[in-house]
């Protein structure tokens, strides 16, 4: 099988809402919008994208319900997490964790979607010394 493209699509009452979102807040680009789906391409090199669909939307099998905005992240990898984290915040997207250097390497923050969709926003740092060891996988 050759995989062509591959996406989370995510179930929310309004498409609009997610679209302008992602629009605003993370420079997505509309690659294709009816009035119940709307798939958005991300500013990475390689066309990673996402798509909404409403819970009623016509196309078969049915399905699934609404996200209910419970086990699911989504991680946008940045160059620069603090300046991130000030034009989020500065557009008005709802921050739900603040900025903070992690142990494990990671400077991130989270910020909601309309759908509750959590996005975690990180940059790759230095772990800690010895922080990993303690979760190594031994043979």
């Given at each position: 099988?050759?995989?062509?493209?591959?996406?989370?699509?995510?179930?929310?009452?309004?498409?609009?809402?997610?679209?302008?979102?992602?629009?605003?807040?993370?420079?997505?680009?509309?690659?294709?919008?009816?009035?119940?789906?709307?798939?958005?391409?991300?500013?990475?090199?390689?066309?990673?994208?996402?798509?909404?669909?409403?819970?009623?939307?016509?196309?078969?099998?049915?399905?699934?319900?609404?996200?209910d905005s419970?086990?699911?992240?989504?991680?946008?990898?940045?160059?620069?997490?603090?300046?991130?984290?000030?034009?989020?915040?500065?557009?008005?997207?709802?921050i739900t964790?603040?900025?903070?250097?992690?142990?494990?390497?990671?400077?991130?923050?989270?910020?909601?979607?309309?759908?509750?969709?959590?996005?975690?926003?990180?940059?790759?740092?230095?772990?800690?010394?010895?922080?990993?060891?303690?979760?190594?996988?031994?043979?």
């Amino acid at each position: 099988m050759k995989l062509l493209d591959a996406y989370p699509l995510i179930t929310a009452e309004n498409v609009a809402a997610q679209r302008d979102f992602y629009v605003t807040h993370f420079a997505a680009e509309v690659g294709f919008e009816a009035n119940w789906f709307v798939y958005l391409v991300l500013p990475a090199a390689d066309g990673r994208a996402l798509a909404f669909m409403t819970p009623d939307h016509p196309s078969k099998p049915p399905g699934p319900e609404p996200f209910d905005s419970k086990g699911m992240i989504l991680t946008f990898q940045v160059e620069d997490a603090a300046t991130a984290f000030a034009a989020l915040t500065a557009s008005g997207a709802e921050i739900t964790y603040p900025l903070a250097d992690e142990p494990w390497g990671q400077r991130r923050f989270m910020v909601r979607d309309p759908a509750g969709v959590l996005i975690d926003v990180v940059e790759q740092t230095e772990p800690a010394a010895g922080f990993w060891e303690r979760y190594a996988v031994k043979p």
